[in-house]
């Protein structure tokens, strides 16, 4: 059992009116590891946010909780908690759509009845003046809060302490939370106190008209990013379209560079979530993470070595960018010792030893932990830099590699433009494949030569690869030729590649890196869906750590 507190959860809630009966707020953070609670007693399509609200409830016990009707969702989740009956104050607060002169008075309403609900069950009365005091204090909070001068917006959903502490982590200048949880400011400025009569219509109108509305008030969707914004990260929850015409808006507008980022409110991605937000960091130039590389441009030998959730590639480069080394290796168990051994082999080819490198760049999903270097960058960059000096001509690069597929748009630099990331499962990824050459016992090898020789179109309807397993489970067990069954899987990994492409609006020249890139009838079929060739440098597993070893030059 928790102390006498009330929860909530929403920007909206009347805090200085709860304060004006001396009450202690909390905001729920949650960010549970799992849904046991809330899958067992809510809609599996309920939103992250909406079950991590239920499962904090009934992990912490908590005693009172009041609501928003912001949402579908939130309404959900009170009639889910009123069924369980754990809480002993639950209210759903209503909230109206604008600050007009009628929502207003139908807010202050609702704030009354709220104060003599709260009143009944506190069994305190309301001072006004109080409430007024904690009104000034709030604004003066909120002024002393805000930031000036470059910074980064986060806004959309609530992200909670997961997403906000991540963000703040991977960027060099402050992270705003706007989100509909977070940056709370009200407005206007109280002047003079009111009495208890007086306060319920200012105090409704000064909640509903804050100065950086949630996105679901009329004004919010419209709201552009502060001054000052170099950036803007949207967060959206998985589940959740409630914003979608709002971050439409966002993108029309352009003037800012926007990044949308999805979680489902748990820990569980924290790694790609991770790779996103440095990746925007990077085309912004304002990562958190050291940058410059011991060679500083003057280096003679440098290294770069992508560790990625399959393979670990090292590349060992000298200063007129002649490729001198090279290893692709399994990552295996270790990852700090898979990136070891590919270094070392690397540098053997190379007829160097470590002490002869001035520079190594670490990337891919290990970077920051296979302990090489203390300078690393995303493969996003690393794999655009790459692709932009193996063909010069990219414009936008597929990276299919064996944990995600990334869809990059690079300028005539090799700068990122913009990026794509799909790493929900392991649809349309290396792993999707791999499954599927076991369940037709083929080695990768075969699997790619075998799928070229089809004769009949096969649909592999399913992306799921524990459906489409059984897909091909079936169309084995009916005599389809392995190679119509691989080039229908050859044909469903393009096909939800090239849908990733056209979304970021990808352009010609298409340029293919990662493992995948080995797999001719994978190629062949995306050329196909996008309309145009897609080009394979012979390099092209190797591209992230070209990438990365120019960027050790001081590229
Ligand atoms: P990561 O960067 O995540 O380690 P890679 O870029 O190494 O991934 O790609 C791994 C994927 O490449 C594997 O899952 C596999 O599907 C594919 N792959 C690797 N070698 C071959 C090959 N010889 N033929 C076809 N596909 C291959």
Redesign the pocket.
């Known amino acids: 059992m928790t102390e006498n507190k009330l929860y909530y959860v929403c920007k909206y809630t009347p805090l200085e009116l709860l304060a004006g009966f001396g009450t202690a707020c909390e905001r729920l953070d949650p960010a549970p590891a799992s849904f046991d609670c809330a899958d067992e007693c809510a809609h599996p399509n309920l939103c992250g946010y909406g079950k991590a609200v239920i499962e904090e409830v009934e992990a912490r016990q908590l005693r009172a909780l009041l609501l928003t009707d912001c949402c579908d969702v939130m309404r959900r989740v009170y009639d889910v908690l009123k069924a369980r009956g754990t809480l002993d104050f639950l209210c759903l607060l209503p909230l109206p759509h604008s600050a007009g002169a009628a929502e207003c008075a139908l807010f202050a309403d609702a704030l009354e009845r709220l104060a003599e609900q709260w009143a009944v069950f506190s069994g305190r009365s309301f001072d006004a003046q109080a409430a007024v005091r904690a009104w000034e204090a709030g604004r003066r909070e909120a002024a002393e809060a805000a930031v000036g001068g470059p910074h980064i917006c986060l806004t959309g959903a609530h992200g909670g302490a997961l997403v906000r502490d991540l963000a703040a982590s991977r960027f060099c200048i402050p992270v705003s939370d706007e989100t509909c949880t977070g940056r709370r400011e009200l407005t206007p400025r109280v002047t003079a106190v009111p009495d208890a009569q007086a306060f319920f219509p200012a105090y409704a109108s000064a909640l509903l008209g804050q100065a950086r509305p949630c996105m679901r008030m009329l004004s919010g969707g419209n709201s552009a990013p502060e001054e000052g914004a170099v950036g803007v990260i949207f967060h959206t929850v998985k589940f959740c379209d409630y914003y979608s015409f709002a971050y439409h808006d966002l993108r029309q507008r352009e003037e800012v560079p926007l990044l949308k980022i999805e979680t489902d409110c748990t820990p569980q991605s924290t790694g790609q979530l991770r790779t996103r937000l440095d990746a925007f960091a990077e085309t912004l130039g304002a990562g958190a993470a050291k940058r410059a590389p011991a060679g500083g441009g003057s280096a003679r030998y440098a290294a770069g070595v992508?560790s990625?959730?399959?393979?670990?590639?090292a590349v060992v480069m000298d200063a007129q960018r002649r490729i001198l080394g090279s290893a692709?290796l399994p990552?295996g168990a270790g990852a700090a010792a898979g990136a070891e051994r590919a270094l070392a082999q690397a540098l053997a080819q190379a007829g160097l030893a470590r002490s002869d490198l001035d520079a190594v760049i670490t990337t891919?999903?290990g970077r920051e932990t296979i302990g090489l270097s203390d300078s690393s960058v995303t493969?996003i960059t690393c794999h655009a830099r790459g692709a932009h000096f193996l063909r010069p001509t990219a414009r936008t690069v597929i990276?299919?590699?064996?944990?995600?597929s990334k869809v990059i748009r690079i300028d005539e630099n090799g700068a990122v433009r913009n990026f794509i990331m799909n790493d929900k499962c392991a649809a349309g990824?290396?792993?999707f494949?791999?499954m599927m050459a076991r369940t037709l016992e083929l080695s990768?090898?075969e699997?790619?030569a075998l799928g070229l020789q089809w004769q009949h179109e096969v649909n592999i309807s399913s992306m799921c690869t524990v459906f489409a397993e059984s897909e091909v489970v079936s169309l084995v067990a009916s005599n389809t030729p392995a190679a119509d069954i691989i080039h229908g899987l050859n044909r469903a990994v393009a096909g939800k590649t090239a849908a990733l492409a056209r979304r970021l609006g990808g352009e010609p020249e298409y340029v293919m890196t990662?493992?995948?890139a080995?797999?001719e009838g994978v190629v062949r079929a995306l050329s196909e869906k996008l309309g145009s060739e897609v080009r394979v440098p012979p390099e092209a597993?190797l591209c992230?750590a070209i990438g990365a070893a120019l960027i050790a030059l001081g590229e």
């Open positions: 992508d990625g959730s399959t393979s670990t590639d692709i990552t891919g999903y493969e990276d299919i590699g064996g944990q995600d990824t290396g792993r494949l791999d990768l090898e699997m790619s990662g493992g995948v080995q797999n597993q992230g």
